[in-house]
């Protein structure tokens, strides 16, 4: 029978600029068991596009016979599929583009967001698996996207430290309005995808 692998452990996006272009989606996760084999990454159907413009995928594999003998421990799984996009700014409708790929476990759910304007597309963060929102971590997914110079140009500039979650915590909202405004950094505006996720942070309550 086939039903949904255990967790999800790393999920990556590999953009393709072709005609048309392609998505390559690279999953690893861990079986319940042994045994399980074909695992596979199949796209959920939507009928009207998702709110969140995030591509759903179950992380199925063939659970082991019945009466096999098996280990009771948890086994690595991995697969991948290539989706082929007609045009990713466009992806659900006119003007709604692809924001990224939520790929499903039992226990957990990791969302990869995806920039197709500027085909960044490896900002893996986990998701809450009842709801499938995403959950960003101060340290592991906001702190990466500051980099030395503007950790030390707003130091200097306004003695805010960029590298302390309690800090940014504190200013998270004039922090946006100026990343969304495009004024900072200094020397150029951050793509979509770490905007979304900004904000997504915000909205999950600034967790560290
Ligand atoms: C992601 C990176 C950055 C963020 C989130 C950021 C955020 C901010 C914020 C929130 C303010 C307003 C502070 C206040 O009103 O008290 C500010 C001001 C300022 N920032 Fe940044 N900054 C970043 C990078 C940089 C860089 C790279 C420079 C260039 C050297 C820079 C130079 C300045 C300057 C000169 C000001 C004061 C003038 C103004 O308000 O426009 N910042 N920044």
Redesign the pocket.
Known sequence: MESKVYAVDHLRLTFQKASPANLLVEAEGRAASSGWQNARLIPHHYSSPPADGVLGLDFLAQSPSAGSIVLPVLTHVHCHTVLSIEDPINFWGDGLDLKGVRCEGVANTKISLFDPQHGKCDLVVAADPLTGAVIPSFQRDIRP???D??????L???N?N?ASHTE?RR?AK??F???EDG?????GG?PQADLELFRAWIKAGTPP
């Open positions: 996207l500051f980099r110079k503007d950790i030390k140009a707003m200097a500039v306004r805010l960029l940014v200013h004039l922090i309005e100026r990343l004024s900072m950094p200094c020397d951050w």
